[in-house]
C-alpha cells in the first residue's frame, strides 16, 4: 500500500530538506483557544499511523504512541491515542487528522505525529503547524555479509555488486527511487519491490535478496533476532536526501496548544526521555 511517508519523501528526493521552526503561515488567532479545549476535556488527542513499526503498533503501542502519552503526561493530561491509515500523500493525511476531518467521519485530532518537519511540505499546508522534531530518521542499509561486504566509496563503487546481487526496497520509497536511478539505471533488474520493510527484511532473511535500503528505524525493528544480518549506514552523494526530522503538526491557529506541545517535547528530549522511549523499543535515537 502507498503510504503518505513514502510518497513524501519519493518526491522529496529532489529537494533540499529545511529544519526550520516552526513552520507555518502567519495566521488570525483563533477565537476559541484551543488550549483551553484540551484542558477542560482532560485529554490530549493524539493521531500516529497504524501498522508502522517500530512507529506505531496494534493497541495503541509504538514509539510514537509512547512519546505522544509522554507528552500528555507532561501536560497533565491523559492521552487519546488515535490510530489512522494513510491516505495517498502527507497533504491527504493532515487534512484527515489535522485540520478538518476525514469524510468517513474520523475527527481531527490535536496533535499528529510522524510529520517530516520540512519547509516544502509546510508551504504546501498552510492550514497547519509543523513543529516539535523529536527524532531524525536516516537511510540505512541491512544486507547479508556472506553475500554483500561493507560499501565504501561513491555510490558508482559501492552499488555495483548489486547488478549483480538483489536488494530489496519497499515500494514508491525514496530507497526505490534512488536504487532505480542511480548508476544510469543498471540496477533497476536487481531492485525488488515489496509492500513493507518488514516484508522485504523477511525476504532478506531468507535468502531472496541480498540487502534492503530503507529507514534505519524500521530496519532495526525488522532485524531483531536476525544477528547473522548487518546493518550500515547509508551515505552516497548521489543521495540528496539521506534524512529528515520527525515531528508533528496541529492546526495552524493554534499557536497556544503548539507552544505547550513545543514545550513538553523539549523537556522530555532535554532529560532524556523521549532518547529512553526510543532504547526501550530496541531503536537507535538520534536528536534532530
Given at each position: 500500500m502507498k503510504t503518505d511517508r513514502r510518497s513524501f519523501l519519493h518526491a522529496l528526493a529532489a529537494l533540499p530538506l529545511v529544519a526550520a521552526l516552526p513552520l507555518v503561515a502567519a495566521l488570525p488567532a483563533k477565537a476559541a483557544d484551543a488550549l483551553e479545549t484540551v484542558r477542560q476535556r482532560g485529554s490530549l488527542r493524539i493521531a500516529v499511523y497504524n501498522d508502522f513499526p517500530p512507529y506505531?503498533?496494534?493497541?495503541?503501542?509504538?514509539?510514537?504512541?509512547?512519546?505522544?502519552?509522554?507528552?500528555?503526561?507532561?501536560?497533565?493530561?491523559?492521552?487519546?491515542?488515535?490510530?489512522?491509515?494513510?491516505?495517498?500523500?502527507?497533504?491527504?493525511?493532515?487534512?484527515?487528522?489535522?485540520?478538518?476531518?476525514?469524510?468517513?467521519?474520523?475527527?481531527?485530532?490535536?496533535?499528529?505525529?510522524?510529520?517530516?518537519?520540512?519547509?516544502?511540505?509546510?508551504?504546501?499546508?498552510?492550514?497547519?503547524?509543523?513543529?516539535?522534531?523529536?527524532?531524525?530518521?536516516?537511510?540505512?542499509l541491512a544486507r547479508n555479509p556472506e553475500r554483500v561486504p561493507a560499501?565504501?566509496?561513491?555510490?558508482?563503487?559501492?552499488?555495483?555488486?548489486?547488478?549483480?546481487?538483489?536488494?530489496?526496497?519497499?515500494?514508491?520509497s525514496l530507497a526505490d527511487s534512488f536504487l532505480l536511478g542511480v548508476l544510469n539505471g543498471r540496477l533497476r533488474?536487481?531492485?525488488?519491490?515489496?509492500?513493507?520493510?518488514?516484508?522485504?527484511?523477511?525476504?532478506?532473511?531468507?535468502?531472496?535478496v541480498s540487502a534492503v535500503?530503507?529507514?534505519?528505524?524500521?530496519?532495526?525493528?525488522?532485524?531483531?533476532?536476525?544477528d547473522s544480518l548487518v546493518l550500515d549506514s547509508a551515505k552516497f552523494a548521489e543521495l540528496k536526501v539521506d534524512s529528515w526530522p520527525l515531528g508533528m503538526a496541529c492546526k495552524a491557529e493554534e499557536q497556544a496548544l503548539a507552544e505547550a506541545v513545543a514545550s513538553a517535547v523539549a523537556e522530555l528530549k532535554r532529560d532524556g526521555?523521549?532518547?529512553?522511549?526510543?532504547?526501550q523499543h530496541g531503536i537507535t535515537y538520534q536528536a534532530a
Open positions: 506505531s503498533l496494534k493497541g495503541g503501542k509504538g514509539i510514537d504512541a509512547d512519546i505522544g502519552r509522554a507528552i500528555a503526561r507532561r501536560l497533565g493530561l491523559t492521552a487519546e491515542i488515535v490510530g489512522f491509515n494513510a491516505d495517498e500523500d502527507m497533504n491527504d493525511d493532515l487534512r484527515n487528522m489535522v485540520w478538518k476531518g476525514h469524510y468517513l467521519g474520523t475527527q481531527p485530532a490535536d496533535v499528529m505525529l510522524h510529520v517530516p518537519v520540512d519547509e516544502v511540505l509546510a508551504r504546501a499546508n498552510d492550514k497547519v503547524r509543523i513543529f516539535g522534531a523529536y527524532h531524525r530518521e536516516t537511510i540505512a560499501l565504501s566509496g561513491s555510490a558508482a563503487v559501492a552499488l555495483e555488486i548489486f547488478t549483480r546481487e538483489k536488494i530489496g526496497v519497499e515500494t514508491a533488474e536487481n531492485v525488488v519491490h515489496f509492500t513493507t520493510v518488514a516484508e522485504a527484511t523477511a525476504a532478506l532473511a531468507d535468502g531472496r535500503l530503507a529507514p534505519r528505524a524500521e530496519l532495526e525493528a525488522a532485524l531483531r533476532g536476525r526521555s523521549i532518547a529512553a522511549i526510543f532504547r
